[in-house]
């Protein structure tokens, strides 16, 4: 019989760890995290103690006569004291209790309970599970939320099989079942519904919970941005203060709602009727913004709890950004929040606006008000937040939700992707960001929304990125801009470097289609801005192919016998505006053209608005699955009149930025038609053997430690990677080992501290005979004293033909997770840093890209006479260990280096290898 060992609760916690971010532990019972519901609410989840049991009890009294039937499959008036200790008393193993719970006037207070039990004289590997929720606050989905939180804490003390005992007329549970996404075994008995399911994470119940995550986010986001009346804590009646510009902002902007000033003395601010609390309004207020002194936001949020206010904002400063105290402040804020079940953004912000006409919310004390239009917007910095809305005034698009994030205690950039992938009013997604709180759950969500809608960011921080102090290849190779890299060529989100370049390319994407393919046709009325862009297209990979015949000679037939029509069209300076609408309309149709950039330098002054009529006319005839870009190289920009029958056309002052962004559009255009990919899942027996090897160096020392030659060589075979037969020994058994590993061999020096063994001739090939082996072994003893080392043992390991060295690794980054780096070139990895990197899980189709980013994959194809690479055999290394690192959440440090890829179809295999775990 085979025994199944159960994973480690950190990797058993899946997609529920990266979801709930910082506030989930791995100890069961101290288990205590947030919740999203569908209807946008928050909750607490969290194990339930035994000082509930008051609450369990008030709990229980509140459930109608027909819940607690339900529960109980009969009438039952009181809960006893045994079942009361036996309820809040569990032991975390064989039965887990989790508790709802919400703050009502400043109390928490048991909204739903839900559990799982073995029973004693039972099957130790199933647990019955049931659940009770409040009666107001059915229907919310908060039975779904406790079933999720409950299946990895069952798998991670062994439980494999769930079952459940439900009244055939309990519809509301059995529909939390059978839309859990776990394949459910039914049968009836006497008017009740049995039920058991394996508790092993299904791709389905994946999917499901995360679209339910997805759904419950977006929820609270858009009544975040929606509200119907809103509170200003913090107004001011002093001009030129931020309470103030609160007040006036909202005001001028003409929310559609209620508007109600907090201020302790004051009758009226603005023209409107003032309070002293938000909880002496008398009236809902679904939105507070507040701006007070940081000391009295928690009193003010408290307020709003009691008050029953939906969602805030906090603009004061003064938290996790100056001090630790600040962070323990800032923590307290996001409890109260969350557990009253409000969604906060802040604090340190700048606020928020929504400029859809039946709202028209001004949330901010921003001086300018932007345009409506399809961009959705985050900033996480405020002054760059005000930048941001007055430029947009230039660009000749529009805003449709601004939000600027501060601190990001609560509402992350995850919360509003997920809305803005569902608001029909925002067609594009701009993200200034400085730092990642969730990177994890940000690499599942941004590729579901970028199939759909762009996501343009810019991420600052890359001077502070460099090769870290590391132990490997692979954790010396990486950084911190490495791994921004590496998510969001993975997400599909397009990385700018300026905030200049983020606006050029949010301007092509909001007015234009995503272009099908990388050819350009160029008009132009001068031929020096057409051979620049021609040669920031190079720069860029886009190409300006042939025209067809047949539109070389339709422009033959209006334009001057001096025009040049090679691509770029220069049809000179005196370019007519009649013939720009005919030349940008035929180019625009040709087949061999997927987008069209329109190049114009006025030089006569009063003909700028015509030509201006006249790109737009012509942009409004070329097919609409093509992009159209217009560059006017004038200090004044381009007129308004740059709109027509398409819509307003994205316009640029220098060719080379209409270059930059157009090649941006078309990296992402090819990343949406990439297929999706397949992640590569070890066998349970395979995963089996790892752990064993794992768990047993772990508890033996659970502090950081690298592995030796036999563990990492059990390890690696487990997981189907092919490794050099090897053995390591002391010097006095070397020449035995030899004979029983055959010949030919290399011999490695095993001493303290060494890492590059080649860099101090700590290694030795070619050895044939036992003689050959014991010199060599007397070498290496030589040159590890000539280090001021000494020689512990021996690596022989058998000779492996020559092939094509590769690097394969893993590094771990503090903030986003594991990293699988990979390179060619061996010991020139580190030289010449042609090396990729990627998230995990790493599908084939990421594998197969990682290699086609270095600068010397044509290595894999022959190169001058050289024999080809395994290519399909170094891509199954790659995804094997990916696969490796979902199994070992401890692996800390991987250096397979080198890989010998062999000719195509022999395979790839490890020749050296070195990896650190630990869980501390």
């Known amino acids: 019989m085979i025994v199944f060992p159960p994973l480690p609760l950190t990797r058993l916690y899946g997609h529920l760890l990266d979801r709930s971010g910082d506030g989930m532990t791995t100890d069961a019972r101290n288990y205590d995290t947030v919740e999203t519901l569908r209807d946008g609410g928050s909750i607490r989840i969290r194990a339930i103690r035994p000082a509930d049991k008051e609450r369990l009890l008030e709990h229980f009294h509140r459930l109608s006569q027909r819940s607690v039937y339900f529960r109980f499959f009969g009438a039952k008036k009181k809960l006893t004291d045994d079942e009361i200790k036996r309820f809040t008393e569990p032991d975390f193993v064989l039965h887990v209790g989790l508790v709802a719970t919400l703050l009502e006037d400043g109390q928490e207070h048991i909204i739903g309970v839900g559990r799982y039990m073995v029973h004693p004289q039972g099957d130790p590997h199933r647990a019955e599970v049931a659940f009770a929720v409040a009666d107001d606050h059915q229907g919310r989905g908060i039975g779904t939320v406790l079933l999720e939180h409950l299946v990895p804490l069952a798998r991670a003390n062994g439980i494999t099989e769930f079952e459940a005992d439900v009244l055939g007329e309990n519809n509301q549970m059995l529909h939390v079942f059978g839309k859990s996404g776990f394949v459910v075994h039914r049968s009836v008995e006497a008017g009740v519904v049995h039920l058991s399911f394996p508790t092993e994470e299904t791709d389905l119940y994946v999917e499901t919970s995360e679209k339910r995550d997805r759904t419950a986010a977006a929820e609270s986001i858009r009544k975040l941005l929606n509200p119907s009346s809103i509170a200003i804590v913090g107004a001011s009646t002093h001009r030129g203060t931020v309470g103030n510009a609160l007040v006036v902002n909202a005001k001028r902007c003409g929310f559609t709602g209620p508007i109600c000033p907090v201020h302790p003395t004051a009758q009226s601010i603005e023209g409107l009727r003032t309070y002293p609390a938000v909880s002496a309004i008398g009236a809902p207020i679904d939105l507070a913004i507040i701006a007070v002194p940081a000391a009295a936001v928690e009193e003010v949020i408290k307020d709003c709890a009691r008050s029953d206010v939906q969602s805030v904002v906090v603009i004061s400063a003064g938290f996790a950004e100056v001090s630790a105290d600040g962070r323990k402040q800032e923590a307290t804020l996001a409890q109260l929040v969350r557990g009253a079940g409000m969604r906060m953004v802040g604090p340190n912000c700048m606020g928020l606006l929504n400029t859809a006409p039946e709202i028209s919310l001004n949330a901010t004390f921003a001086p300018t008000w932007p345009p409506a239009g399809n961009i959705g917007m985050l900033s996480q910095s405020g002054a760059l937040g005000l930048a941001i809305l007055d430029y947009v005034h230039t660009l000749n698009v529009g805003i449709s939700t601004f939000v600027s994030v501060g601190n990001k205690a609560d509402v992350s950039g995850n919360d509003l992707i997920s809305y803005w992938a569902e608001d029909p009013r925002t067609k594009v997604i701009v993200l200034y960001l400085e730092s990642f709180g969730n990177p994890r759950k940000f690499a599942r969500i941004a590729p579901l929304v970028a199939r759909q809608k762009p996501i343009v960011a810019v991420k600052s921080g890359r001077s502070a990125a460099g090769s870290r102090a590391a132990s490997s290849h692979s954790a010396a190779l990486a950084s911190l801009d490495v791994a921004v890299d590496a998510l969001f060529e993975q997400a599909g989100v397009i990385r700018t470097d300026t905030l200049d370049e983020l606006f050029g390319v949010a301007a092509l994407l909001a007015t234009q289609p995503v272009p099908n393919g990388p050819r350009v046709g160029v008009v132009t009325n001068a031929g020096g801005p057409g051979i620049l862009l021609a040669d920031a297209c190079e720069a860029h990979s886009l190409k300006l192919p042939e025209l067809s015949e047949s539109t070389l000679q339709a422009l033959r037939s209006f334009l001057p016998p001096q025009a040049g029509l090679s691509n770029p069209i220069d049809m000179i300076a005196s370019a007519t505006p009649e013939q720009f609408e005919r030349t940008i309309a035929l180019v625009g149709g040709d087949p061999n053209v997927d987008a069209v950039v329109a190049i114009y330098i006025p030089l006569f002054l009063t003909q700028t608005e015509a030509i201006a009529k006249a790109i737009a006319a012509g942009a409004a005839q070329v097919p609409a699955e093509k992009p159209v870009l217009s560059v006017f190289i004038s200090s004044k920009g381009a007129p308004p009149m740059l709109a027509g029958a398409r819509g307003p056309l994205p316009a640029f002052a220098f060719p080379e930025e209409a270059a930059m962004a157009l090649a941006r559009a078309v990296r992402y255009g090819q990343w949406r038609q990439r297929p999706h990919g397949t992640v590569l899942k070890l066998e349970r027996f395979s995963a089996s053997a790892i752990r064993a ?228």
Not at 760 to 770: A, E, F
Not at 804 to 817: C, M, N, Q, S
Not at 844 to 859: G, W, Y
Request: with cysteine; net charge negative.
């Open 693 to 920: 090897v794992v768990d047993r160096l772990c508890q033996t020392d659970s502090a950081a430690q690298w592995l030796s030659h036999e563990d990492l060589s059990t390890i690696l075979c487990a997981a189907g990677i092919s490794v050099a037969a090897l053995e390591q020994t002391s010097a006095a058994e070397a020449s035995a080992v030899a004979e029983r590993l055959g010949y030919p061999l290399v011999a490695k020096a095993v001493a303290p501290g060494l890492l590059h063994k080649s860099d101090v001739g700590g290694v030795i090939l070619d050895l044939h005979s036992p003689e050959e082996v014991a010199n060599a072994v007397s070498t290496l003893d030589e040159r590890m004293k000539a280090i001021g080392s000494r020689l512990d043992e021996v690596v022989l390991e058998r000779q492996v033909e020559p092939g094509i060295e590769a690097l394969v690794g893993v590094t771990t980054d503090p903030t986003f997770g594991p990293l699988v780096v990979c390179g060619l070139g061996g010991i020139m990895v580190e030289l010449l840093r042609d090396v990729s990197f990627r998230l995990t899980p790493v599908s084939d189709v990421d594998a197969a890209e990682m290699l086609d980013k270095l600068r010397s994959a044509k290595l894999l194809d022959g190169y001058r006479g050289k024999p080809a690479g395994d290519r399909a055999a170094l891509i199954d290394v790659i995804m094997r260990v990916s696969a490796l690192v979902e199994i070992v959440p401890e692996l800390r440090e991987l250096d397979l280096n080198p890989v010998m890829v062999l000719p195509p179809g022999k395979g790839a295999i490890v020749v050296d290898a070195r990896m650190r775990i630990g869980r501390t």
